[in-house]
């Protein structure tokens, strides 16, 4: 396929040239009701790429992926190079091979180039060989999913939402140097990059060359929290940003974060931020979230000191 004839394909899939309207942000307020972009139908107009070599694991692949909105698949690699420029995209899925047994590398070394922070995901047989794995990593593969995996969707899924936005990481980077000793501000950014994950009080231990005991002594001395309430709070946060900054669907957001329903995310957001999700999709629900967060993070603080 030429380059001319697979940009008017995705130009088509797209629909570029019809105008797109944009309705003006609503100051928060009391009102309850969901975006204007979310009225209209638009809340699955983000969407994940996927290319996968057998078209028979679409099934089970979209399964493992019900979180998400919509699933664009496609065949051709040049096709999915020209997809996933556009904003919408959040995230490629690739396979080793194309369906005509063509190595998929150069279109990853291409997405990575034009997008350097979005999610690309090997999806794949154990049995491929190491110079394969090898060659797509240094392409740009952000993760590596096997097939046989016995936590598939949770590996999916947070290989699909790290918190790598910019955006995000500075506004949180602001808050930690406010409220955070300097000395435990990594230890509160690995948490908050891995909030699908939902590391473990020993796997962030380690990560610090630390057990889990010095862990929790250093965090205690350090007037902080345990690391099972920075992980709430990581999981809110990555939660209130995609929800604000994004219109994908509110499921999509809650599971995307490990909470298996709506409800359950509401709940947390009620007893941490005393507001509701359709309230956080506001504009300003972010902003409105971290502040809880940073008043958490000095409660417990003057609670260590006032002890």
Request: aromatic content about 6%.
């Amino acid at each position: 396929m030429t380059e001319s004839a697979t940009a008017a394909r995705a130009a088509a899939w797209y629909g570029e040239g019809r105008p797109q309207s944009s309705p003006p942000a609503r100051p928060r307020g009391n009102g309850r009701g969901p975006r204007a972009l979310e009225a209209r139908g638009f809340a699955s107009v983000h969407h994940i790429l996927v290319q996968l070599a057998d078209a028979g694991l679409r099934p089970r692949f979209a399964e493992y992926c019900r979180a998400f909105g919509d699933i664009a698949w496609c065949d051709d690699p040049d096709d999915l190079v020209v997809r996933s420029e556009s904003r919408h995209a959040l995230g490629v899925v690739v396979d080793v091979a194309d369906r005509w047994n063509g190595r998929t590398t150069a279109a990853v070394a291409k997405i990575r180039a034009a997008r350097p922070a979005l999610p690309i995901v090997l999806w794949c047989d154990r049995q491929v060989p190491a110079g394969a794995l090898a060659d797509l990593a240094r392409a740009g593969v952000s993760a590596v999913v096997f097939r046989d995996e016995s936590e598939l969707e949770e590996r999916l899924l947070s290989a699909l939402t790290r918190a790598t936005d910019v955006t995000f990481q500075q506004l949180t980077d602001q808050a930690l140097a406010r409220r955070v000793p300097e000395a435990l501000v990594p230890v509160v950014r690995f948490v908050l990059d891995r909030a699908a994950a939902k590391p473990t009080a020993a796997l962030v231990a380690r990560a610090m060359g630390l057990t889990a005991r010095q862990l929790a002594a250093e965090l205690k001395r350090g007037g902080m929290p345990p690391v099972s309430v920075l992980v709430r709070w990581s999981r809110l946060l990555t939660a209130a940003y995609r929800l604000e900054r994004s219109t994908e669907p509110i499921a999509a957001v809650a599971r995307s974060v490990g909470f298996p329903t709506t409800a359950a995310l509401g709940r947390l957001f009620r007893i941490h931020a005393n507001e509701t999700v359709r309230g956080v999709r506001e504009p300003g629900g972010f902003g409105w979230v971290l502040r809880c967060f940073e008043r958490a993070l000095a409660k417990s603080n003057q609670g260590k000191r006032g002890g």
